[in-house]
């Protein structure tokens, strides 16, 4: 297939923002693609090469890339940075300098997708010595048959910067019209994707075997599966409403949720993000063949860090000593850990997640062999409010966040937030201020004992409707000079010169970020705000809402994916009940 014809559709998608536009872009591109290249399509539309539990990564540097365009083009690499810094898009610099390109190429061949595809993959498995010389070359072997246009995307998609507002929904709808001629059929395309987390299988199934292919579509092991997520409530009460009178209640441990799949020899562990961790935990790897009972399994537990002499539970923050590539096994050492177990999404060759919450706790009770390194998450039945109360005691004192409730008669609803799963956490009881997950979006350089780090952020939530971050606050308490450190380590690689288009603020940053981390907030109040974006129009026109005192309350939440983080129903459904609240309280008075 011809890359000129998905060069020029990222060209027209750009050019737009509105959903029903960028749907059709795609449903005319997919009509194009042979059935062979529909899912490097799928891939490269999202600016990637495979799945992101494979981590594949480009990992071009922009130097790299001018070095590549110089290269190919002939032009000194200085005329090349200011050709960048006055566009602030390098794929678009680009452009413009490969139009005036002083070297002619007599043999110009025609460049495929499959070819790009396979450079790019080439490009992105080469490491060690000589690498970067071999990086240039082949980029600068696909400018040497590019256009200045098919040049621009091709960089664009090396550098990470292609930015083609659509989220996974849209390429879903546009898969949905294309193949079956039927949008509604969204849904079933949705559930392949939640037991997949790959959108190119799912694409390639249906254009191969049509709907009729998804419908039969099975979870994988070694593919993850995105995680069933819980509402919060805040009170035990609400718990009775919503559940009824008999349900599962587990002490909600604070650690990182990990799914482990298992077969014979091989294991991998991914996180909730889905992001492969099995080289952080190689107690694990090693451990969990002895203690899992089956030829194979999908399970899913929570990774505790624990005191070693007394044996309580850590708090989360202690397993961020995990996340090194180096010294490992000291590391091993110094921060034990449990893995405490709460569900089995499969078991010897056969789906579990049509089982229900009953069915399935026998399952993992039947096929883990506890000892003191694996456990299984406390549970009770409980039918009434003191129940719940005693549970949420010990549950505390035993160094857990809360509770999760769980209804009995209902599956595994993979990749969905519901209320078959619910959350009781200690900070969520009578409180206004409750803590929220935000994406870090801009910075403002700091000041005094702050200078050289960013002394206050900009944070957004996440918009699911619109797939963007509208801002929510400002937030400069809080920190401790280790943590300022640390987020200067972590954001100073994601600084971008222009703000990416899926940012929603009217404030201007000092730095614009690209929006990937999630850090953790508590505040005093919701308040409607004339600056912030957050549900914009939904309470009152022209304004939005926003945090009132933010703080930081030290936790980042490397686990979490700016799409995980706290949406604008939440803001709006705690600003409600804030307000009621507050109501309630003034009539007892
Ligand atoms: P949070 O910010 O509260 O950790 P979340 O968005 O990561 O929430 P939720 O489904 O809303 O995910 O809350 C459940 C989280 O709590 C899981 O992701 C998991 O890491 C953790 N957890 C601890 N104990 C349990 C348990 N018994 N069952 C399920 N999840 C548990």
């Given at each position: 297939m011809e890359y000129s014809i998905l060069a020029e559709v990222f060209q027209k998608m750009e050019s737009t923002t509105k959903r029903l536009e960028l749907t059709q872009f795609l449903v005319e591109l997919f009509e194009k693609t042979p059935h062979e290249v529909v899912s490097k399509i799928v891939y490269l539309i999202q600016g990637k090469l495979r799945p992101?539990?494979?981590?594949?990564?480009?990992?071009?540097?922009?130097?790299?890339?001018?070095?590549?365009?110089?290269?190919?083009?002939?032009?000194?690499?200085?005329?090349?940075?200011?050709?960048?810094?006055?566009?602030?898009?390098?794929g678009h610099a680009a452009a413009v300098i490969l139009e005036q390109k002083t070297q002619t190429t007599f043999l110009m061949e025609s460049i495929t997708v499959e070819r790009v595809y396979e450079t790019l993959f080439k490009i992105a498995k080469l490491e060690g010595s000589g690498s970067q010389d071999m990086k240039i070359k082949?980029?600068?072997?696909?400018?040497?048959?590019?256009?200045?246009?098919?040049?621009?995307?091709?960089?664009?998609?090396?550098?990470?910067?292609?930015?083609?507002?659509?989220?996974?929904?849209?390429?879903?709808?546009?898969?949905?019209?294309?193949?079956?001629?039927?949008?509604?059929n969204r849904k079933l395309l949705q559930n392949a994707y939640n037991v997949s987390?790959?959108?190119?299988?799912?694409?390639?199934?249906?254009?191969?075997?049509?709907?009729?292919?998804?419908?039969?579509?099975?979870?994988?092991?070694?593919?993850?599966?995105?995680p069933m997520l819980a509402d919060r409530v805040k009170s035990e009460k609400e718990v009775i409403e919503k559940m009824g009178n008999e349900f599962a209640i587990e002490y909600k441990l604070d650690g990182e949720r990990v799914q482990i799949h298992i077969a014979g020899e091989r294991i991998e562990l991914f996180s909730r993000s889905l992001e492969k961790i099995s080289d952080y935990y190689p107690d694990i790897t090693e451990k969990m063949p002895k203690i899992i009972q089956a030829d194979d399994a999908i399970l899913e537990?929570?990774?505790?860090?624990?005191?070693?002499?007394t044996g309580d539970f850590l708090p989360f923050q202690e397993l961020m000593h995990r996340r090194r590539k180096y010294k490992i096994e000291k590391a091993v050492t110094e921060y034990p850990i449990t893995v405490n177990f709460f569900d089995v999404?499969?078991?010897?060759?056969?789906?579990?997640?049509?089982?229900?919450?009953?069915?399935?706790?026998?399952?993992?009770?039947?096929?883990?062999?506890?000892?003191?390194?694996?456990?299984?998450i406390p549970m009770t039945i409980a039918k009434n409010e003191n129940d719940i109360e005693e549970f949420f005691?010990?549950?505390?004192?035993?160094?857990?966040?809360g509770l999760m409730l769980k209804m009995l008669d209902k599956p595994y609803q993979a990749g969905s937030r519901g209320s078959h799963w619910l959350k009781l956490k200690r900070e969520y009881r009578n409180e206004l201020g409750d803590s929220l997950d935000l994406v870090v979006v801009g910075g403002?350089?700091?000041?005094?004992?702050?200078?050289?780090?960013?002394?206050?952020?900009?944070?957004?939530?996440?918009?699911?409707?619109?797939?963007?971050f509208p801002s929510i606050c400002k937030v400069g308490t809080g920190f401790t000079d280790d943590s300022l450190d640390q987020l200067y380590q972590i954001l100073n690689p994601k600084t971008t010169i222009k703000k990416n288009p899926r940012?929603?603020?009217?404030m201007e940053a000092d730095v614009w970020f690209e929006p990937e981390l999630v850090i953790e907030v508590v505040a005093s109040e919701i308040t409607l705000s004339p600056i912030h974006k957050v549900a914009k129009d939904e309470i009152r026109k022209g304004t939005g809402l926003a945090l009132r005192f933010p703080k930081f309350t030290g936790k980042i939440r490397l686990e979490k994916t700016a799409e995980d983080a706290s949406t604008d129903e939440e803001v709006i459904s705690l600003y409600k009940g804030q307000n009621k609240a507050v109501r309630d309280k003034n009539l007892i008075q």
């Open positions: 992101d539990f494979e981590g594949i990564e480009l990992g071009v540097a922009e130097k790299l890339a001018m070095k590549a365009i110089s290269k190919s083009s002939g032009i000194a690499i200085k005329k090349i940075q200011e050709a960048y810094t006055k566009d602030g898009d390098m082949y980029i600068s072997s696909l400018l040497n048959d590019a256009s200045p246009l098919e040049a621009s995307f091709i960089l664009k998609i090396l550098l990470g910067t292609l930015r083609l507002g659509i989220a996974e929904n849209t390429v879903m709808d546009a898969l949905a019209i294309t193949y079956s001629g039927d949008k509604q987390s790959d959108l190119g299988k799912v694409a390639e199934t249906i254009a191969v075997e049509g709907i009729e292919g998804i419908k039969k579509f099975k979870i994988s092991l070694f593919n993850p599966i995105r537990a929570e990774i505790v860090a624990i005191n070693e002499n999404l499969y078991c010897n060759g056969k789906d579990c997640t049509e089982l229900n919450y009953n069915e399935r706790r026998r399952k993992l009770e039947s096929i883990v062999k506890q000892n003191e390194f694996a456990k299984f005691e010990n549950s505390i004192n035993a160094g857990s966040e403002f350089f700091g000041k005094g004992r702050r200078t050289g780090s960013y002394g206050t952020l900009l944070l957004s939530t996440y918009d699911e409707n619109t797939d963007t940012i929603n603020s009217e």
